[in-house]
């Protein structure tokens, strides 16, 4: 029997306190955990290993990061204890080579990985490994690493990234229902109109997503966007994409998640 080729996600994380929180993002989540078919492991790409050099965790049991501050307690409480996977680590770093992928025994599982997929698969009953992301490569970097990366969907390995296409922390406005502001919503629609988009790497507009108008004031530093070339990277010729949520929070972070296959 063939095996199924596994969905790729990037999923808009948004807040830490979605781990604790029920919305129409965590729906979202939930929902793709229970209709997807269900994956014999998990890479996680995650905008918040952003390295020098490209690593990847090879631990059996790797850590739950809590990598930020001033929640409550009870999500300091809360961890994700997946087993992590060697032979899957090693595997990632055949595909990507001639990359140097460095199998890293110390990172674990932080709240970009583990804050998403715990929504998806509560139990934690999925081995998962997580992917850095080099941030002194340019965006056609991580997107042809998508290609590579796209073989493991073909043996039942989901890949998941996560950031946000709009991640401007120092514009965020903190009232309650504040309206998007016009360059988030133009750069998050431009996302969403380009994301089927088909040609040669380096004239992808997703690729070249600074050609935007909108693009420096929606990333001011990239690492919350480029988890999505990785996605688009994996995706096959013949794949529809899909948006399962949507939408801007705090008027200047963009909770887009997209699907391919």
């Given at each position: ?23 129409i993002y965590t729906e979202a989540w939930r929902k793709l955990g229970e209709t997807l ?94 992917l850095s992301v080099d941030g002194t490569k340019p965006p056609a970097y991580h997107f ?118």
């Amino acid at each position: 029997m063939s095996q199924i080729r596994m969905p790729a996600l990037f999923l808009g994380h948004g807040s830490p306190m979605n781990v604790l929180e029920d919305n129409i993002y965590t729906e979202a989540w939930r929902k793709l955990g229970e209709t997807l078919p269900r994956p014999k492991a998990i890479l996680a790409v995650s905008a918040h290993w952003y390295t020098r050099g490209t690593a990847v965790t090879a631990m059996e049991k790797p850590r739950t990061i809590h990598d930020f501050g001033g929640f409550p307690q009870a999500l300091f409480d809360t961890h994700y204890p997946a087993l992590g996977s060697p032979a899957l680590a090693q595997q990632v770093a055949e595909l990507l080579a001639p990359v140097e992928v460095r199998l890293d025994q110390e990172w674990g599982f932080d709240h970009g990985s583990w804050g998403v997929v715990i929504k998806m698969y509560p139990d934690a009953d999925i081995p998962m490994i997580q992917l850095s992301v080099d941030g002194t490569k340019p965006p056609a970097y991580h997107f042809e690493l998508g290609r590579k990366l796209a073989a493991l969907r073909e043996q039942g390995v989901m890949i998941i990234a996560s950031g946000n296409v709009v991640h401007n922390l120092r514009m965020v406005r903190w009232q309650g229902s504040a309206e998007a502001y016009p360059w988030a919503t133009s750069f998050n629609q431009y996302v969403r109109d380009n994301l089927s988009w088909q040609g040669p790497t380096e004239e992808h507009p997703l690729v070249n997503f600074m050609d935007h108008e909108g693009a420096e004031l929606s990333n001011p530093t990239p690492e919350h966007y480029l988890p999505l070339l990785y996605i688009l990277g994996s995706r096959a010729a013949d794949e529809a994409v899909s948006i399962p949520v949507d939408g801007i929070e705090m008027a200047s972070l963009s909770m887009l998640s997209v699907q391919v296959g």
